[in-house]
């Protein structure tokens, strides 16, 4: 959302050097050609940079809904181990034996294949 707010700002800060170079180089797009300029910034703006973060975003949820008890895991901050416990926002993780640790579900970065930590 900040590089969001950050794109309009320096479109915004930039608008008018470009409205003064356009009449400086004689021509002029018409209203229709500044709109259609405008629907494919949005357009771009929306492929690049909304979809895939919305998309990450909704995988990320179904990741943090679907975490069960036994299942091995890696958090954002690189720590692996295997789910012991889990509560509404809270999950419990068996780093090493005997050793556990409580994190936030939305820490839990990606779900490794069973055994993994096994090869570790």
Same mark, same amino acid.
């Given at each position: /959302? ?5 794109? !309009? ?19 002029? /797009? ?11 910034? %949005?357009? %771009? ?5 909304? $979809?895939?973060?919305?998309? $990450? ?6 990741? /943090?809904?679907?975490? =069960?008890?036994?299942?091995? !895991?890696?958090?954002?901050?690189? /720590? !692996? ?13 068996? !780093?090493?034996? =005997?050793?556990?640790? $409580? ?18």
């Amino acid at each position: /959302m900040k590089s969001i707010k950050l794109l !309009v700002a320096a479109l915004l800060a930039l608008a008018p050097t470009l409205a003064m170079a356009q009449d400086a180089a004689g021509g002029s /797009m018409g209203i229709i050609g500044q709109v259609i300029f405008f629907a494919g910034f %949005i357009l %771009i703006f929306y492929f690049l940079i909304w $979809r895939p973060q919305s998309k $990450r975003a909704k995988e990320h949820k179904s990741l /943090m809904s679907g975490l =069960n008890k036994g299942d091995e !895991v890696v958090t954002s901050g690189g /720590m !692996v181990g295997k789910i012991t416990k889990v509560s509404d926002d809270f999950i419990v993780l068996e !780093v090493a034996d =005997n050793v556990s640790v $409580r994190i936030q579900k939305v820490a839990v970065s990606g779900a490794l294949p069973k055994g993994s930590l096994k090869d570790i």
